[in-house]
């Protein structure tokens, strides 16, 4: 069964530290996506990343970098130097596109940023 | 740049009322879903739908809940009679073809 889970469930820091999400996924599809959302406390959903289970590529976007390892089917997230507006919880989800689009998230992790 | 919006931002209603949660997805998407997070807990999935027709549901979109596009424009999530256990942040989304989905900001519905 199709599964995703952020064993972190709070993790505070102080700015400037790196820190890094965690995130596991279950599937037996060969063909999915991996994401990650950002939830702000204003509470809104923004897109972060979009991955394709063909693409094992590490991507780095300004302080943001994901590792994909599909061999301990793991899509982890790390900010480096992180910064107070970071601060929000931040959910990992799998879509085992193209057979179904729903999105399945993971129970998401706060990240606290403290000054 | 383009975005998802909804309204109400809150929704307080009496149990057993019908409510209707209205979104406005990006105008050249062409799929559509439905999403719901009880307070603290993580998104669920309820419901998507193209082409006119729900594509897929969940456990939870039972048949208190429905979806209609009535326009062009909008798309509408409407619980026909709420329960307590309806109280969540409901959240709209949308999707061109073969990208990632895009959320609106979310209607929290208060069911009392």
């Known amino acids: 069964a199709q599964k995703v889970t952020q064993a972190q469930t709070e993790i505070s820091v102080v700015e400037k530290e790196d820190v890094t999400l965690d995130c596991v996924y279950e599937t037996r599809d060969t063909t999915y996506y991996l994401f990650w959302y950002k939830q702000p406390p204003s509470g809104e959903l923004v897109f972060l990343i979009r991955?394709?289970?063909?693409?094992?590529q590490n991507e780095i976007s300004g302080r943001y970098s994901w590792n994909f390892q599909k061999s301990t089917s793991s899509f982890n997230f790390t900010i480096t130097a992180s910064q107070v507006v970071d601060s929000a919880v931040y959910f990992c989800a799998l879509s085992e596109a193209p057979r179904t689009d729903k999105l399945i998230f993971g129970t998401g992790t706060r990240l606290q940023v403290f000054p | 740049e383009p975005e998802v919006t909804q309204t109400p931002s809150h929704q307080v209603t009496q149990m057993g009322q019908e409510v209707i949660l209205r979104c406005v997805p990006i105008?050249?998407?062409?799929?559509f879903y439905w999403y719901r997070q009880i307070l603290g807990q993580k998104v669920e999935f309820l419901v998507s739908f193209y082409n006119n027709e729900i594509s897929e549901k969940s456990e939870i979109f039972d048949d208190q809940f429905s979806v209609e596009r009535p326009d062009g424009s909008n798309f509408t999530l409407k619980i026909r009679s709420t329960k307590l256990e309806d109280s969540a942040m409901y959240f709209c989304?949308?999707?061109?073809?073969?990208?990632?989905?895009?959320f609106g900001p979310g209607t929290r519905l208060t069911v009392l």
């Open positions: 989304a949308s999707k061109a073809e073969h990208n990632e989905q895009f």
């Open positions: 105008s050249n998407h062409l799929y």
């Open positions: 991955r394709n289970s063909f693409d094992e």
